[in-house]
Structure formats: C-alpha cells, structure tokens
C-alpha cells in the first residue's frame, strides 16, 4: 500500500490559503514555532537536531535525515507493542517508540529545530483494510525553498508498505482505496485536540488501540433532478 503522488498535483488548505504558495512571514512562522506537543526547545531534541545536522550540505539533505531518523529509529508502538503511548516529541524520542501521530510530532520538531518550516497532516484509513473500524492516520508536511510543500510519513517501513523521502514526489504510507477513506488537505502547526486526548487519556497500548481517533466522513447530497 504506497501510493506517489507529485507535491504539485495537490493544493492543501489552512486557514483559507491554498499551499504551495507564499505564506505571511507571521503564518510560516507558525510551522517553525516550539510547543508543548511539538516541544523543540527541550535539550534533549535539540541535540539529536544537532547531531542530524552535522555536516549536512544543504536543507534537504537535512530534511532527508531528520525523517530517516524518525522513521527507522523510533519504533512504532503499533507494530512493536512497545510502550509507554507517548504523545510529546520529546517523550516520543526519550522512548524511542510512538503512535504515527507521536512520531509525526518527533518529525516536526526535529526539523523545527533545524529551521525547516514542518507541519502535520492526517488521512482516514481502514484499521485493518476492508471496511470499518475507521481511523486517522498522522503524517508530515515539510517546506523546503525547491518544492514547497510536500508530505513526508515517517510511520515506520514493515511488508507492505514502504515510505521514502523523494521529493518532489509524495512516497507515503498508504494510499487511498476504499469509499471511506480520506485524504485531508490540512497542513496544520499543532496536532488536532482529538488527537492528543486519544493519546494522553490511553493508560496502555491496547486500550489506544481499541480507541483509535476517527473523523467521520459526511457525505455531500447529489442534487436531485427537479
């Protein structure tokens, strides 16, 4: 389940401005700023930023890093069973382990750290392929000078799916297959509050699992002929 996709063939929204375009310098700023989820300023984040900046030749190479890093050194807990949940990026890198959703914080404030405008995204996806339960799925944007924005999922490689950092093409996780799965167009700074109330109420693993955040879908009416 990879699906490619060229950054230019899609237009995401935040606040009602398309992207890719040029942004406000006050509305970039808010992809690069430290929060408490995506809390970039904590010792801990800044030096593993640091150590993947090391001798990098330019922004993309350093984008490139950063997602590697995320994506096949900090385990996801799903395919692991590895715990605690985490949800803070630096709790994601203290543990080494995280939900997509607490990898894609890690992600954003590795390349914050860097100076590297980063974002979060989501798609709805079946849990098991075939039908309901449905879920969100967490993954990145990042901004760099010569493709704009483009997403970059960091959820972790296993058989089956295969995720690479090749921009401009949009190499990601999981495609979009059934009627009720999603794409969702947002590129936003913080992570959506129904997504950080799944991850900081869960006491383990399985109970997030059983838990998992979902967005249902509602369905536009065709207009009836009159």
């Known amino acids: 389940r990879t699906v490619e996709m060229a950054s230019n063939q899609r237009v995401a929204y935040i606040s009602g401005f398309p992207f890719p375009r040029p942004l406000a310098a ?13 809390d970039w300023e904590k010792p801990a984040v800044q030096a593993q930023a640091q150590r993947l900046a090391a001798d990098a030749t330019n922004e ?6 950063c997602f590697e890093f995320v994506r096949d050194e900090i385990r996801h807990s799903g395919d692991f069973r590895c715990g605690p949940v985490t949800c803070r990026a630096s709790d994601v890198l203290a543990h080494r382990t995280g939900y997509c959703y607490a990898k894609s914080h890690l992600l954003a404030a590795l390349l914050r750290a860097n100076g590297i405008p980063a974002g979060l995204c989501y798609q709805r996806l079946s849990v098991a392929g075939g039908g309901a339960p449905y879920c969100l799925h967490g993954l990145n944007a990042v901004h760099l000078p010569a493709h704009g924005w483009f997403r970059i999922d960091a959820r972790g490689n296993k058989p089956g799916v295969e995720a690479r950092f090749a921009p401009p093409i949009e190499a990601l996780a999981f495609p979009i297959i059934e009627a009720e799965e999603r794409d969702f167009d947002e590129i936003w700074p913080e992570p959506l509050p129904i997504i950080v109330d799944a991850l900081t109420r869960a006491p383990d693993l399985e109970a997030l699992y059983q838990t998992l955040p979902d967005i249902p879908v509602v369905r536009r009416r065709t207009p009836q002929p009159a």
């Open 26 to 38: 006050c509305a970039m700023k808010t992809f690069l700023e430290s929060s408490l989820w995506i």
């Open 60 to 65: 993309e190479e350093l984008a490139r890093r």
